[in-house]
């Protein structure tokens, strides 16, 4: 069993659509749940493992053979959720009343001001 290389393989090279409409049924839920595993949040991990197959059906990488195709996608999808969380580690995970309290903190007129 190839592990769904024969079927990259026809759809990189012979364009056979049918060959990523595979990859897709076959390993779509546990590239989910390996994704969900990294990020944490289900609904993430959904439209990462979606950006790993678009990235599959797009860019039509070459896979080098050394791995198992099931490996190789399973990189490409981890190496999407780090992205993903290095892109959001910058946002603040405070909600936003207490960011709002904060803010007013600093900004009310101190009673020497008065």
Do not use: Q
């Not at 769904?4 to 759809?11: L, M």
């Not at 080098?64 to 490996?71: L, M, V």
């Amino acid at each position: 069993m190839d592990n769904g290389a024969g079927s990259y393989r026809r759809f990189r090279d012979e364009g056979d659509e049918n060959g990523l409409a595979e990859i897709i049924r076959d390993h779509s839920d546990g590239l989910i749940l390996y994704i969900n595993s990294i990020v944490g949040n289900i609904h993430t991990a959904e439209d990462l493992a979606e950006d790993t197959f678009v990235f599959l059906g797009t860019k039509k990488p070459k896979d080098n053979g050394k791995a198992s195709f099931r490996t190789w996608l399973y990189t490409i999808g981890r190496n999407k959720a780090i992205d993903y969380l290095r892109r959001n580690s910058k946002r603040s995970e405070l909600p936003i009343d207490s960011v709002t309290e904060t803010c007013l903190l600093y900004t009310s007129p101190s009673p020497r001001d008065s």
